[in-house]
């Protein structure tokens, strides 16, 4: 009679005892198919690649540059700008480079209208509407001389003296991607100013 009454007793125990092992066994294998997952992940590139997707975004850093060879007159093809200064712009177009930055370089010549030069050696950027002087001279026999202060600079199509702007709204770029270059260079070429989306000239 003890006895029965004993293993009446230790019924209860048992079964608690037997749910507790079921929740430990339970909770050790989810342990370890987290864990199984990201031993998954870690060896899937494709996995790594979606996890980065989400990281911050490179920042963007210019290319190093090397100042061209230095132009004759003959080299530059004018090019029409609603500049309301009276200067004649030119650009070489044997100048023009893309780079992998995205930036796009070339020499060009302002002309006054008593006939007084200005060449410039410069960057445009279609992304940010930027565009950065990297050195000038004022003379056709002479060397560059390096800008004292290149940085970027925004572009105003407002001022009087708006050929940048109008480089880079009517012949580098269609909406915020650089035209290729072949076409660029047969728009300066041609020198005039392209009706963006309209496939037509000013």
Do not use: H
Not at 55 to 79: C, G, H, M, R, T
Not at 138 to 159: H, I, L, Y
């Amino acid at each position: 009679m003890n006895v029965v009454k004993m293993t009446e007793y230790l019924k209860p125990s048992n079964s608690k005892i037997l749910n507790c092992a079921g929740f430990l066994f339970l909770v050790i294998l989810l342990g370890l198919s987290t864990y199984g997952e990201a031993l998954a992940q870690d060896n899937d590139p494709r996995a790594r690649q979606r996890a980065y997707k989400y990281e911050a975004p490179e920042v963007w850093q210019e290319s190093i540059i090397d100042l061209p060879a230095f132009s004759s007159k003959s080299d530059f093809s004018q090019y029409q700008t609603r500049t309301q200064t009276g200067f004649s712009f030119y650009a070489d177009v044997s100048s023009i480079k893309f780079g992998v930055d995205g930036v796009v370089r070339m020499s060009l010549l302002a002309v006054s209208p008593k006939d007084s030069v200005n060449i410039t050696y410069e960057g445009f950027r279609c992304a940010t509407r930027e565009y950065k002087l990297y050195a000038s001279s004022w003379t056709f026999d002479g060397n560059w001389v390096p800008a004292k202060r290149a940085e970027w600079r925004a572009t105003n199509s407002q001022t009087p003296n708006s050929y940048r702007s109008d480089l880079l709204e009517y012949y580098i770029c269609d909406g915020i991607m650089n035209v290729n270059e072949r076409r660029l260079r047969a728009l300066l070429e041609r020198g005039k100013m392209n009706r963006r989306g309209r496939g037509g000239e000013f």
